[in-house]
């Protein structure tokens, strides 16, 4: 028999700086594709665990519970719209600004800051644990 651990989802706030020039669709796009990261991790649990609980209940007849993964409805995605930077950012004075707040495993913001570093009209990215998680 398998022992799982429950895994441990912390909540993060991921600022997004875009460049001024980016029209509305490729912002949404960019945003989207940060959400079906952070999705994916929620579900990639309870799948796992699923493969694990159909091979094991043909073995036995004990049930896992995979209720823990956090809700998608725990993701909140806040456009601040275009403001001016303290500091110019590659040569730029403005960017459009994006909060989104999530519950995620511990590895998807190491994969958020690869995504932001190969995708074009990012300017910087910053990744924080919520002030909840902290205490």
Do not use: H
Request: hydrophobic share 40%.
């Amino acid at each position: 028999m398998a022992i799982l651990t429950k895994p441990v989802f912390k909540k993060y706030e991921l600022y997004v700086l875009f460049n001024k020039t980016l029209n509305e669709e490729a912002i949404d796009s960019i945003i989207r594709k940060f959400l079906d990261i952070i999705k994916l991790d929620s579900l990639a649990v309870p799948e796992a665990i699923d493969t694990i609980a159909e091979s094991e209940d043909a073995n036995n007849s004990e049930s896992i519970d995979v209720s823990f993964a956090p809700p998608v409805s725990d993701i909140t995605v806040d456009k601040w719209g275009k403001r001016r930077l303290a500091y110019p950012i590659n040569g730029e004075t403005e960017a459009v600004y994006a909060c989104i707040k999530f519950s995620a495993g511990g590895d998807v913001p190491a994969e958020l800051k690869r995504v932001a570093q190969i995708t074009e009209g990012i300017l910087r990215i910053l990744i924080l644990k919520s002030e909840e998680t902290k205490k």
